[in-house]
C-alpha cells in the first residue's frame, strides 16, 4: 500500500509541475489528501477531495490530481471519466499522457483488510512467583515482630505458556480490532496459574491538525481456574502538529481503566492516567521514552484508600545483525496512599516503588519464526516490609507469525 501511494504522489507532483506555468496551484489540498490516504483516514481525504472539486479544477494538471485522487481511494469509474474528460478536453503534454498510462496498466486501489497473527510458546522459571515478602519477619505497629506464614514467603517454579495475538484491519479508513490469549501453567505450584483474554478495537481520526487514536478494550483474567479480575480501558491517543526531526514522534495518551476484583473485597479501582510519549525510529533501531501521572480512586473501605503516583519507562530496541535483534527495557511505578494502610496493625501511609528490567535476544530462525531470548529482573521496594520483594524471570521462547 505504501508503494502504491507513493508512485500516486510522485505523479501527482509530476504533473502539477508539468501545469505550474498555467496556473497557481494549492498543493497543500492536494498532499494533504494523499496523506490521510498513507494514514488510513480515508474519510478526511474525501472531504479534502470535496473541496477540491467544489473550487473547479482549471487545467489539465488540476483535473490529473483529482483523478489520482480518485484512484487511491479506490474510485474506478470516477478516476476514469476524469481521465477521459483530460484526454478529451485537453491537450495534456507527454508527461501527463504517460502518467494515465501508467494508471491504467496498474490500476486503482483495492482495499483488502489486512490481517496480522502470532503464537508464541515459551518455557521459563520465576524465582518468586507468589512475590513473596524478601523479609521473613514483619513488625506490627506496636513493635511486636511477627514470622510470616511459610505461603507468604518467595517460593519458586518452572512454567509453560502459550499465547496468541491477532490484529485484524475493519475497513479502510484505518479502524481495526485486535484480541490476545495468554495461558500460564507452573510445574507446581498450580494455585497461580492463569489465564487471560483481551479484545478491543481502535479508531483514527482528526481534530484540527491534531492525530488522533481512539481506543476501548476489555479483558478478564483466571488464576488458579477461578475468575480474579474483569478490566475495562478507554484510551486517546493524541498527536500534535509538531515539527520534530527526521524520525521523532511525540504523542499525549490519556486513559480510564476500571478494575474488578471477583475474589478480593474492597479492592475494585478506577484508574486515570495521562502520559507523555517521545519516540524515534530509523531502519535498524527504535527508542522510546514516557512518564506519566496516575491517579487510583478505590471505595472507602480499600486499605490504604485512594492514590496517586508516577509511572516512566525508557525502551530500546537495535538489529545487531541481519537476523538478530536486542531490546531493553527500563519501567517504574511510585504509588503514595492517602491513609494509613491497616488502623491498629500497620499505621503507616502506604509508599509504593517497584522497578523492573528487561532484557531481550531475538535471533529470526526464518521470516516468520522467531527465538527469543528473555530475562527480567524485578526489585519491589516499599516503606513497608511486608509488601518487599525481589523476583527474575529467564524465559525461552519460540515465536510463529505470518509477518
Known amino acids: 500500500m505504501k508503494k502504491y501511494l507513493l508512485a500516486l504522489l510522485s505523479g501527482m507532483l509530476l504533473a502539477t509541475g508539468a501545469s505550474a506555468q498555467q496556473a497557481p496551484v494549492d498543493e497543500d489540498l492536494y498532499l494533504s489528501a494523499m496523506q490521510s490516504i498513507a494514514e488510513g483516514r480515508r474519510a478526511d481525504a474525501s472531504l479534502i477531495l470535496e473541496r477540491l472539486i467544489a473550487r473547479g479544477p482549471q487545467h489539465a494538471g488540476e483535473w490529473l490530481d483529482l483523478a489520482m485522487i480518485q484512484c487511491a481511494l479506490g474510485n474506478d469509474a470516477d478516476a476514469e471519466a476524469l481521465f477521459l474528460r483530460i484526454e478529451r478536453e485537453f491537450q495534456p503534454p507527454p508527461g501527463i499522457r504517460d502518467i494515465i498510462a501508467q494508471q491504467?496498466?496498474?490500476?486503482?486501489?483495492?482495499?483488502?483488510?489486512?490481517?496480522?497473527?502470532?503464537?508464541?510458546?515459551?518455557?521459563?522459571?520465576?524465582?518468586?512467583?507468589?512475590?513473596?515478602?524478601?523479609?521473613?519477619?514483619?513488625?506490627?505497629?506496636?513493635g511486636v515482630p511477627l514470622e510470616l506464614l511459610p505461603e507468604y514467603k518467595p517460593h519458586?517454579?518452572?512454567?509453560?505458556?502459550?499465547?496468541?495475538?491477532?490484529?485484524?484491519?475493519?475497513?479502510?479508513?484505518?479502524?481495526?480490532?485486535?484480541?490476545?490469549?495468554?495461558?500460564?501453567?507452573?510445574?507446581?505450584?498450580?494455585?497461580?496459574?492463569?489465564?487471560?483474554?483481551?479484545?478491543?478495537?481502535?479508531?483514527?481520526?482528526?481534530?484540527?491538525?491534531w492525530q488522533m487514536r481512539s481506543s476501548a478494550l476489555l479483558g478478564a483474567l483466571t488464576l488458579g481456574g477461578v475468575l480474579y479480575q474483569q478490566q475495562a480501558q478507554l484510551?486517546?491517543?493524541?498527536?500534535?502538529?509538531?515539527?520534530?526531526?527526521?524520525?521523532?514522534?511525540?504523542?499525549?495518551?490519556?486513559?480510564?481503566?476500571?478494575t474488578s476484583y471477583n475474589t478480593l473485597a474492597h479492592f475494585d479501582s478506577t484508574t486515570l492516567e495521562l502520559r507523555n510519549v517521545l519516540g524515534y525510529q530509523n531502519d535498524t533501531s527504535q527508542a522510546q521514552a514516557a512518564i506519566g501521572y496516575q491517579r487510583d480512586f478505590g471505595n472507602a473501605a480499600r486499605p490504604g484508600g485512594d492514590r496517586?503516583?508516577?509511572s516512566a519507562r525508557l525502551y530500546g530496541r537495535r538489529m545487531l545483525r541481519d537476523s538478530l535483534q536486542a531490546e531493553l527495557e527500563l519501567t517504574g511505578q511510585r504509588w503514595r496512599g492517602e491513609t494509613p494502610y491497616s488502623p491498629g496493625l500497620i499505621d503507616v501511609t502506604r509508599k509504593q516503588?517497584?522497578?523492573?528490567?528487561?532484557?531481550?535476544?531475538?535471533?529470526?530462525?526464518?521470516?516468520?519464526?522467531?527465538?527469543?531470548?528473555?530475562?527480567r529482573q524485578v526489585r519491589n521496594r516499599e516503606n513497608i516490609s511486608l509488601f518487599q520483594y525481589d523476583a527474575h524471570q529467564i524465559q525461552l521462547s519460540w515465536r510463529w507469525s505470518n509477518l
Open 104 to 142: 491504467r496498466a496498474q490500476g486503482c486501489y483495492r482495499w483488502k483488510a489486512q490481517v496480522l497473527w502470532g503464537l508464541n510458546a515459551a518455557r521459563g522459571y520465576d524465582s518468586n512467583v507468589n512475590q513473596g515478602a524478601s523479609f521473613p519477619i514483619f513488625t506490627d505497629s506496636n
Open 308 to 310: 496517586s503516583g508516577w
Open 235 to 258: 484510551q486517546l491517543r493524541a498527536a500534535p502538529p509538531l515539527k520534530l526531526p527526521k524520525g521523532y514522534d511525540y504523542s499525549v495518551l490519556g486513559s480510564v481503566t476500571r
Open 156 to 209: 519458586s517454579d518452572h512454567y509453560s505458556v502459550v499465547s496468541g495475538d491477532y490484529l485484524r484491519d475493519l475497513d479502510a479508513d484505518g479502524d481495526l480490532a485486535f484480541a490476545q490469549v495468554h495461558l500460564r501453567q507452573y510445574d507446581h505450584l498450580s494455585a497461580y496459574n492463569s489465564a487471560s483474554l483481551f479484545v478491543g478495537a481502535e479508531h483514527p481520526w482528526r481534530l484540527a491538525r
Open 353 to 375: 516503588n517497584n522497578v523492573v528490567l528487561r532484557s531481550v535476544l531475538s535471533y529470526a530462525v526464518r521470516r516468520d519464526q522467531t527465538v527469543q531470548f528473555e530475562w
